[in-house]
């Protein structure tokens, strides 16, 4: 059986709230396979999970987090909600429905999960997620798959995402947001951070430079990620890889490294549009 490993370094949100710079991504769990992934997990020294309506399993990851026996305020739980909830009202509804389905009195981070510009809802949606802030529901707000248009919109109003969690891999760099996320100190939170299992972790120059360290392609992956300051997700349902993606706080990455990382990026035709695609 593995041991439990040192807790991964956080990163601030807002005073008082802390984001665990490694978490543990769900999708496309089942509530099974997420009670027993976040159980896993929390055992390892994970502190963060990240759910969403959408991916079904919030009742899972409820059940994980009681049956880890880890206090619910030692973790950080982040969870999403769908479009046909983008409204002052809706943001209310959609937020105490996860609470009931994961079992909890408040989330610690509350996403629009898509920015949905069809129905171009997406601003009430976040000032319905300003309102549960200040109610005390939530701890911290934010967005996902916002492209810098839709953060355009926000900030027009004054209202600002204290983290927009986006697609993003050594393959896909995102620096147009990334840069704006800077400007505005926003935290900048990546999913499907090991490109979902597939060819990248084969790439020689990520298998060249874990080789050299004496690592794993998917640890060199998310030690890019997190050296950036950029929380990182992966999801993994298997205890020897939920354990190896928490590792990878103990080696750092050479300048040189980080640099050679940074030349993987390339266009990428199939990765998804926020401006047509969204739930
Ligand atoms: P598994 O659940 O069997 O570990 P992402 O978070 O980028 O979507 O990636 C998740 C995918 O990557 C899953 O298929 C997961 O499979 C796999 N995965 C997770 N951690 C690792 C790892 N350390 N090495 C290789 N594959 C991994």
């Known amino acids: 059986m593995t041991s439990s490993l040192s807790l991964a370094p956080t990163l601030s949100l807002a ?10 991504g769900t999708w496309p769990m089942n509530d099974e396979e997420a009670a027993a992934a976040v159980a896993e997990a929390l055992r390892l020294g994970y502190r963060h999970v990240d759910t969403a309506e959408n991916y079904g ?3 899972g990851v409820g059940e994980g987090l009681r049956r880890s026996g880890v206090a619910r305020e030692a973790v950080f739980i982040t969870t999403k909600f769908n479009r046909q909830w983008h409204s002052v009202d809706g943001a209310r509804q959609a937020c105490e429905a996860s609470l009931a389905r994961l079992g909890v009195a408040y989330i610690d981070l509350l996403l629009v999960h898509w920015p949905n ?29 916002f ?10 109003l004054g209202l600002l995402p204290q ?38 972790l084969a790439d020689p120059v990520i298998a060249g430079i874990a080789e050299a360290h004496g ?15 950029i ?12 354990a190896q993606n928490l590792d990878i706080f103990s080696f750092s990455l050479s300048e040189a490294e980080m640099a050679a990382l940074d ?17």
């Open 15 to 24: 005073p008082g709230v802390d984001i665990p710079l490694l978490g543990l």
């Open 57 to 59: 399993n919030e009742r």
């Open 117 to 145: 510009p069809d129905q171009d809802r997406f601003v009430e949606a976040f000032q319905g997620l300003v309102k549960l802030h200040e109610a005390g529901l939530v701890r911290a707000i934010g967005t996902s798959n």
């Open 147 to 156: 492209k810098p248009a839709h953060l355009e919109r926000l900030f027009e």
């Open 163 to 200: 983290l927009n969690q986006i697609q993003l891999d050594p393959y896909h760099r995102r620096d147009d947001l990334l840069a704006i996320h800077r400007r505005k100190g926003i935290v900048t939170g990546a999913w499907r951070p090991l490109g979902c299992g597939n060819a990248m």
């Open 215 to 229: 690592r794993t392609s998917a640890q060199v992956v998310l030690r890019w990620i997190v050296q950036q300051g």
């Open 231 to 242: 929380v990182a997700t992966p999801k993994s349902a298997n205890p020897e890889r939920l």
């Open 263 to 279: 030349t993987l990026d390339r266009p990428d035709p199939t990765m998804l549009d926020a401006d047509s695609f969204g739930h």
